[in-house]
């Protein structure tokens, strides 16, 4: 069974740490991988990975993919109260090419 | 103004009773989405739809029916044989069909409350 699993489920950190997310997957005809941040309302996306090794970097927000080890990492450095939200893991694939998720990472950023 | 509005934003609904979601989008995507998200579990697929005039079932449609006369429109009636409709209504598009390679982007969510 096709399945993406996200650690740490929770997360509290204080501004300014740096913090590194966790995707792993195990799904069959993988396509690409996709994390977006969820704030209580509409997710919205991060980034998409379908290459090994390279890294996606917007502002202080990094992911990178590692295709043979099956698992990604999102990193926000220095993080700011802004930053609290749920961050979904989705891996595009399977038999019908849909995209499945992970439950999701709630991080929680005090001043 | 592009996007998808989904409304209303909260539903409160009796046991028993049928209700309907809207889910309307502007952005000429092909392929348009259900899912559902419920405490500690992530989304999970209800029922989507590549095409005008045909849908197929996700992963957790029973008790859940669709329809999709428009392409701008996906409604989804959640009816009284849905054991668990307590929970968090998402709608997503993506252009193209196929399930191309894209991000999904998502509406602002409908959260539904059934007593």
């Known amino acids: 069974e096709d399945k993406v699993v996200q650690s740490p489920l929770s997360l509290v950190v204080h501004e300014g740490d740096t913090v590194t997310l966790n995707c792993s997957y195990e799904v069959t005809n993988f396509r690409s991988l996709l994390w977006y941040k969820q704030e209580k309302k509409a997710p919205t996306f991060l980034f998409m990975l379908t290459s090994s090794g390279i890294e996606k970097k917007s502002g202080r927000l990094s992911s990178i993919l590692d295709k043979k080890e099956l698992f990604s990492i999102l990193n926000i450095t220095a993080t700011q109260t802004g930053d609290s939200a749920v961050y979904l893991c989705a891996v595009r694939g399977g038999a019908t090419n849909k995209l499945i998720f992970g439950t999701g990472t709630l991080l929680a950023v005090q001043p | 103004d592009g996007g998808i509005t989904q409304s209303p934003k909260y539903l409160f609904r009796k046991e028993g009773q049928n209700v309907t979601l809207s889910c309307e989008q502007n952005?000429?995507?092909?392929?348009m989405y259900w899912y559902r998200q419920d405490p500690g579990q992530g989304l999970r697929l209800i029922y989507y739809?590549?095409?005008?005039?045909?849908?197929q079932k996700g992963d957790i449609a029973e008790g859940y029916s669709v329809s999709r006369e428009k392409k701008e429109s996906f409604p989804l009636t959640v009816t009284s044989a849905q054991k668990n409709p307590t929970a968090f209504y998402l709608c997503a598009t993506t252009p193209g069909t196929g399930f191309p390679n894209y991000e999904q982007y998502f509406g602002p969510g409908t959260r539904l409350t059934v007593t």
């Open positions: 952005l000429n995507h092909d392929a």
């Open positions: 739809s590549q095409i005008v005039n045909d849908f």
